[in-house]
């Protein structure tokens, strides 16, 4: 029976010095506490989400049954769990064998030479087992480093839209014809003028957006073929279409022609605003057809997925939130075996399968893209198999690299986009285009800001000055 820990989220959002890590750990470690001190065969493995846990527990049994090992499976906070391995590997503190992080937490391993960041490089392996050609391409970028594979892609988590087809029909409107955002607007802006309840503003705004959300601002700038980072590291948040598509995206929230409106996920108020209707499409990363299913359940049958509008005509219809990497640490004595598991866990059919089916996420190994449960109908979406548009989706996601300075980089993304609505609501400039030159001096700032923070530690893309 393998493990499912629980810790607590204790130490969520705080900043913690090394000898606190170093005791958090410790702490935390103490619940692992029921293994048998005299079993030396045992495998650790940590992972912080529910439906991967529950997507491993019947491989891992056949696993000890075919090897004689048991591996404690524990499922740990994603900040505690980033804690954790910071402490592991940067002070040497026990740790798992294999362990899962999410994305911006990955990038807080990735600091100075991809050789002494303390995980293993799966290059070689990847090329000597053949696997570099079952996994889709931008999938493998955001857990490189320096160019070095340092984790396993767990997903691909291509993003669509989730619409109010039920609304939508209602009023004798549709969305057959629609390529890019314009065109999305265009087809649904009759919904603006529904005021039924005469307070003054739209029953159903068409977009579930706010510039507070840094990461859909984010995915929206990658769509466009913009980035945070550039190959050395360094922060470029004011070039390529990130001025133009912040500018854009803040003035769908002001002025006269407003179509978005601000509807929190995982909270009880934004499922019930969902319910309702209060905005026509959300923008929904394939993990996010899962939560709706388990946190909207009124919405059953009445929405649809479609492609993300493009940003130009022949553009990009999707784009990439979130992610999961496996990792093995240099510090494990069982390399070769954490090797072995991985690709069982990530490479076989049968967790890929209870992954979507539990949380709606696909898996980045192409062959299995052709598997049955991927194309079935899905009753919530009026029986639409949207894992058949997700997977059309999924080679066309943007790359992206990882950085340790992701967190702060999104941070300074958020305050911008408030920062020039803000300017917008006060000046009443609502044109796109007179707005794009102050979030390009904005976004400068900002990368200048984080430009000097990176100048002042010892390691600058992945190089030891």
Not at 38 to 46: H, I, K, L, Q
Request: proline share 7%; net charge negative.
């Amino acid at each position: 029976m393998h493990r499912l820990v629980e810790s607590v989220r204790s130490m969520a959002g705080v900043s913690l010095p090394l000898s606190a890590m170093m005791a958090a750990a410790a702490i935390a470690g103490g619940l692992l506490a029921a293994r048998p001190s005299n079993d030396r065969r045992e495998f650790e493995m940590w992972v912080f989400a529910r439906e991967h846990a529950m997507a491993y527990e019947s491989l891992l049994e056949q696993y000890k049954v075919n090897h004689g090992i048991e591996v404690g499976l524990t499922r740990i906070s994603i900040d505690a769990l980033l804690q954790r391995v910071r402490s592991g590997l940067f002070s040497g503190t026990p740790m798992a064998d294999l362990f899962e992080i999410e994305y911006v937490s990955a990038g807080q391993l990735f600091r100075g030479p991809a050789d002494k960041v303390g995980l293993v490089p799966l290059d070689d392996r990847l090329r000597d087992a053949n696997l570099l050609d079952q996994i889709n391409g931008p999938s493998l970028a955001a857990w490189q480093h320096s160019g070095v594979q340092l984790g396993l892609p767990h997903d691909v988590h291509p993003v669509g839209l989730i619409v109010r087809h039920d609304l939508i029909s209602h009023y004798g409107l549709s969305l057959d014809n629609v390529e890019t955002w314009t065109d999305f607007f265009q087809a649904l802006r009759p919904l603006l003028d529904i005021d039924q309840d005469e307070d003054g503003r739209p029953d159903h705004y068409l977009l579930s957006y706010w510039p507070s959300h840094a990461g859909y601002t984010e995915l929206l700038l990658r769509q466009a073929g913009g980035r945070l980072f550039d190959h050395r590291g360094l922060p470029v948040l004011h070039e390529g279409p990130n001025p133009r598509v912040l500018a854009t995206a803040v003035s769908w929230c002001i002025g006269p022609n407003r179509v978005a409106t601000e509807i929190p996920d995982f909270s009880d108020t934004g499922n019930r605003r969902k319910a309702r209707g209060d905005a026509i499409a959300y923008l929904a990363p394939d993990w996010m057809t899962g939560v709706w299913k388990n946190d909207v359940p009124d919405a059953a049958g009445r929405v649809r997925l479609i492609a993300l509008p493009a940003w130009e005509p022949g553009g990009r219809r999707t784009s990439v939130y979130g992610g999961t990497m496996l990792a093995i640490p240099t510090s494990s004595e069982r390399i070769d075996q954490a090797w072995e598991l991985a690709v069982e866990l990530y490479f076989s059919p049968e967790p890929a399968k209870v992954t979507w089916e539990q949380a709606g996420v696909i898996s980045p190994v192409r062959s299995l893209w052709s598997s049955s449960f991927y194309h079935q109908p899905d009753e919530y979406y009026g029986g639409q198999p949207i894992g058949s548009l997700l997977i059309k989706l999924a080679p066309d996601v943007p790359h992206r690299a990882n950085s340790p300075y992701l967190r702060a980089a999104q941070s300074e993304l958020q305050a911008v986009g408030m920062r020039l609505l803000e300017h917008a609501e006060q000046t009443q400039t609502y044109d796109p285009a007179l707005l794009e030159p102050i979030a390009r001096e904005y976004l400068e700032r900002s990368s200048e800001k984080l430009a000097r923070v990176i100048e002042r530690s010892p390691f600058i893309g992945g190089r030891q000055r």
